[in-house]
């Protein structure tokens, strides 16, 4: 057994915590299962990402009042939220100046355009990372598409041909600038909703290629309802759901779980991540929080997204149901869907959005519980729509 230093793996109010406890001593942390305890540390990220999600839109020119509606906070909790990134952007700007001279570019303009990802000039994204583990995942990732043609930014070797370059504190990977943005008007064209399922579609068939030269973290998102979100749905007594009707979703998505697909996904299929230029598909972008799991948990993910950002989006029910079924169908031009898996759907939908709310409520992020329970009732209300629009 190897020990560790707290202070090189901990954050440091967690290390202040544990020396309330004890000091200068060895402590034995035992592996923890993660498929049915508290969150995986994957759901950590998720609260990280939220906020960078907010400080890139506002970086985009979304006001402080449509980022507070659109997340469901007071506007004086995006406005905390945006300081605090900005703190972290004069730092990182300092250490960027310093490492950009690791590769042969030059002194170009440096410009934030995501909250851990910068433009170096027009031709290059360099992001950041203070996860080893992460960025290996990424590195790997990018290689083995880019080898496959598959359209993803191409890694910039350093001027001692490295894949990245590390600090004190962070890791630096400097890649292709994609050419492209995030569609924002998905709801008005309906090829452009097709065209979004084939593109993950692709990438779906990518990554079973992936996993042939690779080994990916297993995750399962009915032994995660089983454990750690009924777990914290427990603690706070069933106050957000009542515990049949969490029972009821469990069995539901149980009886047909041994009969969905699981392969490597992206899990965090929103519309930021796959870039478009001209409405054709220019890129796929962010593959952080990648695991195996059910295939169709990213088409049901990618659809709750949209709800969640339905007021930003001006997307309404009946837009939110034509995207559905152009999405599903593009999907199957390219991968037919099981029964099993169709069936499925209006479940893995619910169960993902009991997730997001047993991880805010961990939070004490109630606003954001509670409108993970209004898009959950709003599926539970709707699976026969659902069902019939994805013609399962």
């Known amino acids: 057994m190897n020990y560790k230093n707290a202070n090189n793996i901990l954050p440091e109010n967690l290390v202040q915590e544990i020396q309330r406890y004890v000091q200068g001593e060895y402590i034995y942390i035992p592996i923890k299962d993660k498929a049915t305890n508290t969150a995986p540390t994957e759901y950590i990220i998720e609260l990280k990402k939220r906020n960078e999600h907010i400080f890139t839109k506002s970086l985009e020119g979304v006001s402080n009042r449509e980022l507070a509606n659109m997340y469901h906070l007071s506007e004086s909790s995006i406005r905390r939220i945006i300081v605090e990134q900005r703190k972290g ?211 049901c993910y990618f659809m709750l997204g949209l709800l969640s950002e339905e007021e930003l989006l001006d997307i309404s029910e009946e837009h939110w149901f034509d995207i559905l079924k152009y999405f599903f169908e593009g999907y199957e031009q390219e991968i037919k869907l099981s029964a099993e898996e169709k069936q499925a759907v209006p479940y893995v939908m619910e169960s993902i959005e009991l997730l997001f709310a047993a991880w805010f409520l961990e939070q004490d992020d109630i606003k954001c519980a509670e409108d993970a329970m209004r898009i959950f009732k709003f599926v539970e209300k709707n699976e026969e729509k659902v069902l019939k629009t994805i013609n399962a």
């Open 89 to 299: 952007y004069k730092m990182m700007y300092s250490r960027i100046q310093q490492v950009i001279d690791e590769w042969t570019i030059g002194k170009l303009d440096i410009k934030q355009i995501y909250d851990s990802a910068w433009q170096i000039g027009e031709e290059a994204v360099l992001k950041v990372y203070d996860d080893c583990d992460m960025l290996q995942r990424n590195i790997k990732m990018l290689t083995i598409l880019k080898q496959m043609e598959i359209p993803v930014g191409k890694i910039i070797r350093t001027k001692s041909e490295k894949a990245y370059v590390k600090d004190d504190k962070y890791f630096y990977i400097l890649s292709e600038k994609l050419q492209g943005s995030n569609l924002t008007d998905i709801h008005k064209n309906s090829k452009i909703a097709s065209e979004m399922g084939r593109v993950l579609a692709k990438l779906h068939i990518a990554f079973k290629e992936c996993e042939k030269q690779e080994e990916f973290w297993n995750n399962s998102l009915l032994q995660e309802m089983k454990g750690w979100i009924k777990d914290v749905f427990t603690k706070n007594g069933w106050k957000y759901i009542d515990e049949d009707k969490f029972i009821c979703t469990v069995d539901k998505l149980e009886c047909l779980y041994e009969k969905l697909p699981v392969q490597l996904i992206h899990r965090d299929v929103h519309l930021g991540n796959f870039l478009f230029y001209n409405d054709k598909f220019s890129g796929y972008i962010d593959f952080d929080l990648s695991q195996r799991n059910i295939k169709i948990f990213d088409l």
